[in-house]
């Protein structure tokens, strides 16, 4: 029989480089190709250079070919160029040493007769980011500004601000910022424009914090001629391109209502606009622009309605949760103008859980006298969705209605048949609500107690259900016969239920009940206080041998801290305040609007941290 041949000595697959042996390999292939002026020869160069990214992309050192890399670089072929310029990008901070060989070429083809070469030499060389290197960046950076070619000033607006990151300094004195305000202003390609502003803001921005004079520049950028100037060009830039300039706009300050009916006019167009950031972007400006004009604002919101609920029909699911927290954001200080509008909200089948979880929230936030009766039906069908956290969110929803006071006898009757369902998560969301709406409508004491009586503790396993209906078993214990009699199993099997919450509870409860039937309760007290006291929970004990030695102390003390007179819970805290959510609105059309937190300034931090 043959001997089975180990894996060490099986040949290395095409694509998968067999490590240092591959890298000696090209780098002789490299040697061989670096002065060759075969017919065919451009075209082996490519494929060693293809067989070199390829081993890059594998993790594969192949930086002992940085020299081979340089010398077969003098080529015509874009392709090949391409891929060289990649491979110097990759290796040039890691190895300054080798990347001064680059310098040479890449400067070469800074004056190469092809653009294309030329803004692709320029990129490179920008993105070399060696501190040593930066006496070699001003001269091609400032040629490339002027250079007759769109692309090659394109890349060289964006190069100004790499040589800042590099070196402030380097960039100031070159006056690098006074050349891109003049192409900003001058060049007839919109795309030049477009990165010769977002390099300008980029530098002044950091600048600001160091110089008087960079703040004043960036007060310039905001001015009158500058805005109109680049509104008046705006269909002529590409989308994000766009975004930029609408940023820049929604920080102008105008001086009459002219000037914001006129930008207003020139931007009427762009909430028609199929991409979503161009839309929210347009809003924002509109929001900001008439936020001291009350009627004209209401307008606003009226007119932006529509162009806000196509794009959440439309798009990807991701698309579509964007534009509606920045809508949910609009309900919370309008939540009239989308009431009309319920049904754009109804969850569809194939919308992710994210999506349908703020549906629910927008559903909740727009419910009013008119049309509470046919969301609170919808959600009601949520209630039985398969997707189990939906259904707690719908829920939820039920409960957040009534508690705003909205048609509160029908919901009560909805959410007491949730409490038929034979399922533990519906109960025990129920059961938390109604302990909620107990709270603020005592009245319906009676209706819910009469169903929350029937319901068998031992059915309920998640701790805040249970917990709910421990505190009904004890503030309504006279008016529940069986009351007491739950508790006192409840306290018999004290130590098989693990959840520190229903164990306070059940001290509560229990303590009601005894202020409330004192002689029926005394044992089960007793009882309840000794198995609190040996309890391992901090918590648990600490409240045990509280309520024990207030009874010592007096019980009619201990009664009027434990069971004092109640009055109707009006109001229930918002998790936000009402700061907090202007800021957010402050900053309309980005990432706090969707995390719900401001992050501007943690943004920045992030991006000083980076380049410091």
């Given at each position: 029989m043959a001997p089975t041949v180990p894996s060490a000595a099986k040949s290395a697959s095409p694509s998968q480089p067999s490590g240092k042996s591959e890298v000696a390999d090209l780098k002789q292939q490299l040697r061989q190709l670096a002065g060759s002026r075969a017919p065919d020869a451009d075209d082996q160069r490519r494929d060693v250079f293809k067989r070199v990214i390829s081993c890059m992309t594998a993790g594969i050192d192949v930086s002992a070919a940085?020299?081979?890399?340089?010398?077969?670089?003098?080529?015509?072929?874009?392709?090949?160029?391409?891929?060289?310029?990649?491979?110097?990008?990759?290796?040039?901070?890691?190895?300054?040493?080798?990347?001064?060989?680059?310098?040479?070429?890449?400067?070469?083809?800074?004056?190469?007769?092809?653009?294309?070469?030329?803004?692709?030499?320029?990129?490179?060389?920008?993105?070399?980011?060696?501190?040593?290197?930066?006496?070699?960046?001003?001269?091609?950076?400032?040629?490339?500004?002027?250079?007759?070619?769109?692309?090659?000033?394109?890349?060289?607006?964006?190069?100004?601000?790499?040589?800042?990151?590099?070196?402030?300094?380097?960039?100031?004195?070159?006056?690098?910022?006074?050349?891109?305000?003049?192409?900003?202003?001058?060049?007839?390609?919109?795309?030049?424009?477009?990165?010769?502003?977002?390099?300008?803001?980029?530098?002044?921005?950091?600048?600001?914090?160091?110089?008087?004079?960079?703040?004043?520049?960036?007060?310039?950028?905001?001015?009158?001629?500058?805005?109109?100037?680049?509104?008046?060009?705006?269909?002529?830039?590409?989308?994000w391109a766009q975004c930029l300039v609408l940023e820049l706009a929604s920080k102008f300050l105008p001086s009459d209502n002219n000037e914001i009916f006129d930008i207003m006019n020139l931007l009427e167009d762009r909430l028609q606009h199929a991409n979503g950031a161009v839309v929210l972007s347009t809003i924002k400006v509109f929001l900001h622009l008439t936020m001291s004009m009350t009627d004209v604002h209401q307008q606003v919101y009226e007119r932006i309605k529509a162009p806000l609920l196509t794009l959440v029909g439309a798009g990807s699911p991701e698309q579509s949760y964007a534009v509606l927290c920045h809508l949910h954001l609009l309900v919370m200080r309008a939540p009239m103008l989308f009431s009309s509008d319920y049904k754009s909200f109804y969850c569809q089948f194939s919308d992710p859980s994210y999506v349908k979880?703020?549906?629910?929230?927008?559903?909740?936030?727009?419910?009013?006298?008119?049309?509470?009766?046919?969301?609170?039906?919808?959600?009601?069908?949520?209630?039985?969705?398969?997707?189990?956290?939906?259904?707690?969110?719908?829920?939820?929803?039920?409960g957040k209605i009534a508690l705003q006071q909205y048609d509160v006898n029908a919901i009560v009757d909805r959410l007491l048949q949730f409490l038929e369902m034979d399922k533990d998560y519906v109960t025990a969301e129920t059961l938390v609500l109604v302990k909620d709406l107990l709270r603020k409508y005592p009245q319906w004491s009676h209706d819910c107690?009469?169903?929350?009586?029937?319901?068998?503790?031992?059915?309920?396993?998640?701790?805040?259900?249970?917990?709910?209906l421990i505190w009904m078993l004890g503030e309504y214990s006279q008016d529940m016969h069986d009351a007491l009699y739950v508790l006192e199993s409840l306290v018999e099997n004290w130590d098989e239920e693990h959840s520190p919450e229903v164990r306070l509870h059940l001290l509560t409860a229990v303590m009601k009940c005894f202020f409330k039937r004192p002689p029926e309760t005394q044992k089960a007290l007793g009882a309840t206080l000794a198995a609190g006291l040996s309890d391992t929970h901090q918590d648990v004990h600490d409240r045990a041998l509280f309520y024990y030695r207030l009874l010592q102390y007096d019980p009619a003390v201990a009664e009027r801290v434990v069971n004092p007179p109640k009055q109707a819970v009006s109001v229930f805290a918002d998790t936000q305040s009402s700061e907090m959510k202007d800021r957010i609105f402050d900053e309309f059309n980005s990432l706090s609007v969707v995390y719900q937190k401001v992050l501007t300034s943690m943004y920045l931090a992030a991006i000083l941290h980076v380049y410091r």
């Open positions: 940085f020299g081979e890399m340089v010398l077969c670089s003098a080529t015509s072929d874009v392709v090949t160029k391409k891929m060289c310029y990649l491979y110097v990008g990759a290796h040039a901070r890691a190895h300054p040493d080798l990347a001064l060989l680059t310098i040479n070429f890449l400067q070469r083809d800074c004056r190469d007769q092809d653009p294309t070469i030329r803004g692709l030499a320029l990129r490179s060389l920008c993105s070399l980011r060696v501190p040593n290197f930066v006496e070699y960046l001003v001269t091609p950076l400032t040629t490339g500004l002027k250079d007759p070619s769109a692309y090659v000033r394109m890349i060289a607006a964006v190069g100004a601000a790499k040589l800042y990151h590099i070196s402030a300094t380097a960039c100031i004195d070159a006056d690098l910022p006074a050349s891109l305000k003049a192409l900003m202003l001058s060049d007839p390609d919109a795309q030049v424009v477009a990165n010769c502003l977002h390099s300008l803001q980029e530098i002044w921005t950091l600048e600001a914090a160091n110089s008087e004079a960079a703040a004043r520049e960036i007060e310039t950028l905001y001015s009158k001629p500058v805005v109109f100037y680049l509104l008046n060009k705006i269909k002529e830039f590409s989308e979880k703020l549906k629910l929230e927008m559903l909740t936030a727009i419910a009013n006298e008119s049309n509470t009766y046919e969301i609170v039906t919808e959600l009601c069908e949520y209630a039985g969705n398969v997707d189990v956290p939906i259904a707690r969110e719908s829920i939820r929803a039920v107690i009469a169903v929350v009586g029937n319901i068998s503790s031992k059915n309920i396993q998640e701790p805040k259900g249970k917990a709910a």
